[in-house]
C-alpha cells in the first residue's frame, strides 16, 4: 500500500485525473474560452466591426480578464480573405510597426528583415508601400486587419502612426481595421486631447468583466471538460465560492486557484476538491488580499468584553 500511495503522489494530477492537458492553462488558448456575457458580446461586436470595416475597435479589460484570448478567438473565425497581424509587442517605435505590419502581411520576408535591407526603408515609404498592397486586396473583396495587444503601453508617437494608418481607406471603405487592446486605462489613455485624433475615429468601445458566481461554475467546468474530464474530478460548491472570493472573478486568478487546488488534491488522490483544499490553495499563491474582510460584528464581540476598559473601547471603535 506504500508503495502505491508514493506512485501516485509522484504522478502529476493531469494523469492522475485523466485530464489531456492542463484544465487551468494560463495559455491564451481559444478551445479553452468561456463565452460569458460579456467575452460573449465582445467577440461578436469585434467581428461585426471588423467586417464592417469600421476603421479603430477596442477592447479593453482589467488584468486577466482574457482579452488575449478574445483576440486569438476573433482571428480564429475570420474570413480567410482578412490579412491579419497580432502585435503582441507595444514597445515598438512607429517604423519598427510598420515592418512588423508588412512582415506578418506577407509583403516583406523575414530574410528581408534580418538583412537590414527593410531597414534602410524610410517611413514614408513603408507607409506606401502598406497603402499599395492593402490596395491590391480592394478587387478580390480583402483587407488587412491589425491587432495590437497590450496598447496601453503604445507611446503617443506610436498612437498618431496608428491614427494616420486609420486613414488608408478608398472612398467607400477603411483599407485596414485597427483593433486595440489593453487595460481599463487604455480608454483614459485615448482621451487625452493630444489623441482627440485617434479617440474620435474609435467606433467600437468593448469591455470585458469579471465573472459572477453562476459563470465561475459554468467557466471551471467548461475548462474541465474541454481538457478532457471525464468525472473523476469535482469541485465543492463551497469550494468555488472561496475561489470566487479570492480571484474576484478574474479568469487568470481562477486558473492558478483552481490548477494550485487540483495539485493539492492530487497528492491525497482526492476525487472532491474541498473548500480545505482551495483555501491552502489561496494561501500559497500568497491571493489572501483578495479576499473580502471580515465584518466588524458587535454582538459576538460584545460577548467577549470583561471589563468597563473592554467597554469603553468597544464603544469608541463604533462611534469611529
Known amino acids: 500500500m506504500a508503495v502505491t500511495t508514493q506512485a501516485r503522489g509522484s504522478l502529476q ?12 492553462t494560463l495559455a491564451p488558448d481559444p478551445r479553452f474560452l468561456y463565452p460569458s456575457p460579456s467575452h460573449e458580446e465582445a467577440i461578436r461586436q469585434l467581428l461585426q466591426t471588423i467586417k464592417r470595416r469600421e476603421g479603430v475597435a477596442v477592447l479593453s479589460g482589467d488584468i486577466g480578464t482574457g482579452k ?7 482571428l480564429e473565425q475570420l474570413d480567410m480573405k482578412l490579412f491579419t497581424s497580432l502585435v503582441l509587442n507595444p514597445f515598438l517605435s512607429g517604423e519598427e510597426l510598420l515592418r512588423e505590419i508588412l512582415l506578418d502581411f506577407g509583403v516583406v520576408s523575414r530574410e528581408a528583415v534580418r538583412s537590414g535591407r527593410i531597414i ?11 497603402h ?20 496601453q503601453h503604445l507611446s503617443p508617437q506610436v498612437l498618431e502612426e ?40 474609435v467606433s467600437l468601445r468593448a469591455v470585458l468583466t469579471p465573472l459572477g458566481r453562476m459563470d465561475l461554475e459554468a467557466y471551471v467546468i467548461h475548462r474541465l471538460s474541454v481538457a478532457g474530464e471525464t468525472g473523476q474530478v469535482a469541485f465543492e460548491d463551497r469550494a468555488l465560492d472561496v475561489v ?20 493539492i488534491g492530487a497528492q491525497s488522490d482526492a476525487r472532491v476538491i474541498t473548500t480545505q483544499m482551495i483555501n491552502a490553495s489561496v494561501v500559497s499563491l500568497g491571493l489572501q488580499r483578495h479576499s473580502r474582510p471580515r465584518q466588524w460584528r458587535p454582538e459576538i464581540q460584545l460577548g467577549r468584553l470583561t471589563s468597563l476598559l473592554d467597554w469603553r473601547r468597544w464603544t469608541s471603535r463604533v462611534s469611529s
Request: with cysteine; charged share 20%; net charge neutral.
Open 132 to 151: 499599395e498592397f492593402l490596395t491590391s486586396l480592394v478587387p478580390i473583396g480583402a483587407s488587412g486587419v491589425l491587432i495590437i495587444d497590450e496598447a
Open 162 to 201: 496608428i491614427r494616420v494608418l486609420s486613414n488608408l481607406e478608398t472612398n467607400q471603405s477603411k483599407l485596414l481595421q485597427i483593433v486595440l487592446v489593453g487595460q481599463l486605462n487604455l480608454i483614459d489613455l485615448l482621451k487625452q486631447p493630444q489623441l482627440k485624433q485617434l479617440d474620435q475615429r
Open 244 to 263: 470566487l472570493r479570492a480571484s474576484g472573478g478574474v479568469p487568470r486568478l481562477i486558473n492558478l486557484i483552481c490548477d494550485r487546488g487540483l495539485m
Open 120 to 130: 534602410a526603408a524610410s517611413r514614408h515609404e513603408l507607409i506606401a508601400t502598406l
Open 13 to 24: 494530477y493531469e494523469e492522475l485525473y485523466g485530464f489531456v492537458q492542463s484544465p487551468f
Open 68 to 74: 488575449t484570448t478574445v483576440c486569438r478567438t476573433v
